[in-house]
T-cell receptor, first 114, second 116 residues
């Protein structure tokens, strides 16, 4: 069965600092990988996704993520965090060829200090 | 991507009652899903809403508790029946348009339910 681990429950960074959120997955092959963001009281917004090809993917709001097969990881990064990035971030995996059976991680709550 | 709306955005209900949540999409989509997000938790898939047939439920979720309808390709409802405080959660619908081959789920804003 597929699973997703986000080891950091809560992270605090200063505005302007760099950010890396960790995501590790367990899957028999290379899955489809997603990062979503949930602002307080909001639904989920897709930040970026990886299906195949270039292992460094660019997303919205200046985020990027790198797929590392050897480490079964798909970490999310941003070089300079803005106060508006404070939110909950979810990593998710799905079977290749479909997004129907997504498994979500437990989420990482990002706090940004001014 | 499709624009997804949900009604109501939030509600406070008494135990033993039922609430129906609506999900409307601005374009026809092939797949619609319902998730539950309990307080401080991640998302759990409740079921896949199938147009013209019964929904497909995940383990731990049953039709009597969470009846789902999907009368067409742009609309679905989820009913939370005979509610208890344990049903207090955010309920989200999502869509995947397989005809567009995006292989991506897009989410609605969610319905925040509190059961007293």
């Amino acid at each position: 069965a597929q699973s997703v681990t986000q080891p950091d429950i809560h992270i605090t960074v200063s505005e302007g600092a760099s950010l890396e959120l960790r995501c590790n997955y367990s899957y028999g092959a290379t899955p489809y990988l997603f990062w979503y963001v949930q602002s307080p009281g909001q639904g989920l917004q897709l930040l970026l996704k990886y299906f195949s090809g270039d292992t460094l993917v660019q997303g919205i709001k200046g985020f990027e993520a790198e797929f590392k097969r050897s480490q079964s990881s798909f970490n999310l990064r941003k070089p300079s965090v803005h106060w508006s990035d404070a939110a909950e971030y979810f990593c998710a995996v799905g079977a290749p060829g479909t997004a129907s059976k997504l498994t979500f991680g437990t989420g990482t709550r990002l706090q940004v200090t001014l | 991507s499709a624009v997804i709306s949900q009604k109501p955005s939030r509600d406070i209900c008494q135990r033993g009652t039922s609430l129906t949540i609506q999900c409307q999409v601005d374009s026809q989509v092939t797949m619609m899903f319902w998730y539950r997000q309990q307080p401080g938790q991640s998302l759990t898939l409740i079921a896949t809403a199938n147009q013209g047939s019964e929904a497909t439920y995940e383990s731990g979720f049953v039709i009597d508790k969470f009846p789902i309808s999907r009368p067409n390709l742009t609309f679905s409802t989820l009913t939370v029946s005979n509610m208890s405080p344990e049903d207090s959660s955010i309920y989200l619908c999502s869509v995947e348009d397989r005809l567009a081959s995006t292989d991506t789920q897009y989410f609605g804003p969610g319905t925040r339910l509190t059961v007293l």
